[in-house]
C-alpha cells in the first residue's frame, strides 16, 4: 500500500457532465496519500488493480449492504455569522431585516472571543449536514474573518472565506469602513491566510453588494484580486429576475447563480426557475443563504429547489386547468397538475418533463453544479479520478439513521438498482443531520 491510502469497494453515487445521478454499483475507488483518486472502476478489476497499484486486497474496506458513498455537498452562498439570528426578523422586509436585525448582530463579530464561538458552531452544524465545502460571507472584522478560516481548517471543510467589504451603509451608520480601511484591511486578510498556507481554505475577495461598495473600493478590490490570482465573491446569489439576454452573458463570462430557494421564498424575493438557468447553459449551484434562508442544510436546498420548479410549472399550467376533463381524470389519466388534458397528456415523470426538476437534476446542483460554479470542479464535485475524494458515507442501516429503506416492488422483480434508487429518494427527501460526525482521515460519515 505505498502509493494507496485507502481502498473502498461498494456503490457510489455522483454527477457527471453527462449523468445527473450515476449510480456505480460494485465498484473500487482508491485514494492516494494526498487524499486525490487513483483509480475508479468496476471491482471486476479488483486483482489487476491490487497488482498496478501494490495494496493487498485483504485491506478493501467493503461497504455495507445499503451503504453507499456521494460527494461532499457544496454551499455557493452561506452568512457565517447569521447562523446565530436564523429565524429573527423576517416578518420585516430586507432592508428592514438588514438595518434591525443583520448589522447589529453582524457588527458583535467585532469581539474575537465571540466569533470563536460562534463560528466553531457554525461550521460544525454545517459539517454534520453533509456541507463538506461552504463559500462563507464573514463580517467586516478582519481578525474574526481570520478565526472563521481557522476554524474551518481545523475541522477539516474545504471552504473560502470573504471578509465583508463596505464603504457605504446608510441604514446602520455603525457598521461599515472608509474605503481606505476596507483597501488596507482585505490586503491584510489576504496577505494573512497566504502566510497559513491552508490546503482548502482559501480567502476570497467580498463586496457586501453593489449598492453598499463605492466604486473606487470595487475598483481596488478587482485589482486585488487579479495581483492575487483570488477567486472573487461573483457567485450571484439569487438571480430570480434575470432574462435569457442577461443569462447569456452570464455565460460568456462564465460567470454563476447560487439557487438559493429557501431564501427566495423566506425574504419573498420571488422564485428562480433554475431549469431556464441550466438550458442557457449558466453555471448553477445551490446556496442556504442563512440567514435569508431559515436552514443550513443543503438537502433542504434540494427539496426547496424541486418545490419551487413544481411551483413555476403550476402557476405556468393553472390557466390549462378544465373541469370537464375530470371525467377523464376518473378514467385514470392523470398529468403533473393532476387533470388530464387529453392529447396533450404529459408523463407525470419529471425526467420526461423537461419543465419541473428532477431529485436527480437537484443532487447535481448541490454537488458538481457547486463545484462548476465555484470554479472548483477541477478538485471536487464528483468521484473522478485526479480529484479529491470529498465524500459523505450514508448509511441508512445504521442504528440512529433519520430513514429506513422499504421496497415495494415484488421480491421476484427487486434488482439492486432498484433499492439503491429508492435509497438515494429516502435519503435525499427524508435524511436529515447527524448528531455525531465522524472525520474519518478523508471523507465524512455524516448520515
Ligand atoms: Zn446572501
Known amino acids: 500500500m505505498?502509493?494507496?491510502?485507502?481502498?473502498?469497494?461498494?456503490?457510489?453515487?455522483?454527477?457527471?457532465?453527462?449523468?445527473?445521478?450515476?449510480?456505480?454499483?460494485?465498484?473500487?475507488l482508491g485514494t492516494g496519500k494526498d487524499g486525490k483518486i487513483l483509480f475508479f472502476e468496476d471491482a471486476h478489476t479488483q486483482s489487476?488493480?491490487?497488482?498496478?497499484?501494490?495494496?493487498?486486497?485483504?485491506?478493501?474496506?467493503?461497504?455495507?449492504?445499503?451503504?453507499?458513498?456521494?460527494?461532499?455537498?457544496?454551499?455557493?452562498?452561506?452568512?457565517?455569522?447569521?447562523?446565530?439570528?436564523?429565524?429573527?426578523?423576517?416578518?420585516?422586509?430586507?432592508?428592514?431585516w438588514l438595518a434591525h436585525t443583520t448589522?447589529?448582530?453582524?457588527?458583535?463579530?467585532?469581539?474575537?472571543?465571540?466569533?470563536?464561538?460562534?463560528?466553531?458552531?457554525?461550521?460544525?452544524?454545517t459539517l454534520r449536514n453533509g456541507t463538506?465545502?461552504?463559500?462563507?460571507?464573514?463580517?467586516?472584522?478582519?481578525?474574526a474573518s481570520i478565526v472563521l478560516a481557522d476554524t474551518a481548517n481545523q475541522y477539516g471543510q474545504r471552504a473560502f472565506i470573504g471578509k465583508i467589504c463596505m464603504d457605504h451603509n446608510d441604514t446602520y451608520q455603525k457598521y461599515k469602513e472608509t474605503t481606505?480601511?476596507?483597501?488596507?484591511?482585505?490586503?491584510?486578510?489576504?496577505?494573512?491566510?497566504?502566510?497559513?498556507?491552508?490546503?482548502?481554505?482559501?480567502p476570497i475577495i467580498t463586496p457586501r453588494f453593489a449598492i453598499s461598495c463605492s466604486e473606487r473600493l470595487l475598483n481596488e478590490l478587482g485589482k486585488l484580486a487579479?495581483?492575487?490570482?483570488?477567486?472573487?465573491?461573483?457567485?450571484?446569489?439569487?438571480?430570480?429576475?434575470?432574462?435569457?439576454?442577461?443569462?447569456?452573458?452570464?455565460?460568456?463570462?462564465?460567470?454563476?447563480?447560487?439557487?438559493?430557494?429557501?431564501?427566495?421564498?423566506?425574504?419573498?424575493s420571488g422564485h428562480l426557475d433554475v431549469r431556464n438557468v441550466l438550458n442557457h447553459r449558466v453555471k448553477v449551484g445551490l446556496?442556504?443563504?442563512?440567514a435569508g434562508?431559515?436552514?443550513?442544510?443543503?438537502?433542504d436546498a434540494i427539496r426547496k429547489s424541486i418545490e419551487t420548479s413544481k411551483i413555476l410549472f403550476m402557476e405556468r399550467s393553472k390557466n390549462d386547468w378544465d373541469t370537464n376533463d375530470i371525467e377523464s381524470f376518473q378514467k385514470g389519466n392523470m398529468t403533473p397538475n393532476g387533470i388530464n388534458r387529453g392529447a396533450e397528456n404529459i408523463p407525470i415523470t419529471p425526467e420526461k418533463n423537461p419543465n419541473v426538476l428532477s431529485y436527480k437534476d437537484a443532487f447535481r446542483l448541490a454537488t458538481l453544479g457547486g463545484s462548476e460554479a465555484l470554479s472548483i470542479d477541477h478538485m471536487t464535485g464528483n468521484f473522478e479520478v485526479g480529484k479529491e475524494f470529498d465524500a459523505l458515507l450514508i448509511n441508512p442501516d445504521a442504528k440512529d439513521s433519520h430513514f429506513e429503506v422499504f421496497s415495494h416492488i415484488p421480491k421476484e422483480k427487486q434488482s439492486k438498482s432498484k433499492i439503491i434508487d429508492q435509497t438515494i429518494k429516502n435519503f435525499l427527501f427524508i435524511g436529515r443531520e447527524q448528531h455525531k460526525i465522524e472525520l474519518k482521515d478523508i471523507y465524512y460519515q455524516v448520515y
Open 2 to 28: 505505498d502509493a494507496v491510502q485507502q481502498v473502498f469497494k461498494g456503490t457510489f453515487i455522483h454527477s457527471t457532465a453527462r449523468c445527473a445521478c450515476e449510480v456505480k454499483e460494485n465498484h473500487i
Open 48 to 96: 489487476r488493480l491490487a497488482q498496478k497499484w501494490g495494496f493487498d486486497e485483504s485491506n478493501i474496506q467493503a461497504l455495507g449492504k445499503n451503504e453507499f458513498f456521494m460527494p461532499g455537498m457544496i454551499d455557493t452562498h452561506i452568512h457565517a455569522p447569521q447562523y446565530t439570528f436564523i429565524g429573527t426578523g423576517m416578518e420585516r422586509p430586507l432592508l428592514e
Open 103 to 125: 448589522f447589529p448582530i453582524e457588527d458583535t463579530f467585532s469581539d474575537i472571543e465571540n466569533a470563536r464561538n460562534k463560528y466553531s458552531a457554525v461550521v460544525r452544524r
Open 132 to 143: 463538506t465545502t461552504a463559500c462563507y460571507f464573514a463580517t467586516i472584522h478582519t481578525d
Open 180 to 202: 481606505e480601511e476596507s483597501i488596507r484591511e482585505t490586503k491584510r486578510f489576504v496577505e494573512v491566510l497566504k502566510k497559513k498556507k491552508y490546503d482548502r481554505v482559501k
Open 226 to 268: 487579479d495581483e492575487n490570482d483570488l477567486h472573487i465573491q461573483t457567485v450571484m446569489a439569487h438571480g430570480c429576475y434575470l432574462t435569457n439576454e442577461e443569462l447569456d452573458i452570464f455565460r460568456e463570462r462564465g460567470a454563476a447563480v447560487s439557487h438559493c430557494p429557501n431564501s427566495n421564498i423566506s425574504l419573498c
Open 287 to 290: 446556496g442556504t443563504d442563512v
Open 293 to 299: 434562508g431559515y436552514s443550513i442544510s443543503l438537502l
